[in-house]
């Protein structure tokens, strides 16, 4: 039997659902009826309000936020390149948008696993 395959987005799927899982643990009150989700590119109607590529969205009337995942993949500059690093930085793009949406700092929210790449 072949190994079955992982590919990128799979990873990425794993690690948000992860991390949206941790902090839902955490910050349970505070984070009920979130929505985390995820997309491969920001919309086009978000770069008029943005400096660079989002990492992320939060739409706080709708307590969605919503990762991307290829500008985090391809744009985020890793002194490591290797497995854990590439989680470490998926994992802060979701711990800042989650912190974004209840008014918090990242490192307030996961205290024990917020690493800024």
């Known amino acids: 039997m072949l190994p ?5 987005q799979t990873r990425f799927e794993d690690v948000l659902a ?3 899982e941790y902090l839902m643990g955490q910050w349970p009150d505070e ?3 979130v929505r985390f989700r995820w997309a491969d590119m920001p919309p086009s109607e978000l770069a008029p309000l943005a400096r660079e590529v989002p990492q992320w969205w939060v739409d706080h009337r709708e307590r969605t936020i919503t ?4 500008p985090i993949q391809r744009l985020v500059q890793l002194h490591v390149d290797d497995d854990w690093h590439k989680r470490v930085a998926i994992e802060s793009c979701i711990f800042r948008a989650a912190a974004e ?5 990242p490192w307030e929210i996961a205290p024990d696993r917020y690493r800024h790449h």
């Open 4 to 8: 079955l395959l992982e590919s990128r």
């Open 18 to 20: 992860d991390a949206a």
């Open 101 to 105: 949406l209840i008014g918090r700092e």
């Open 31 to 33: 984070l009920a009826g």
């Open 67 to 70: 990762v991307f995942r290829l």
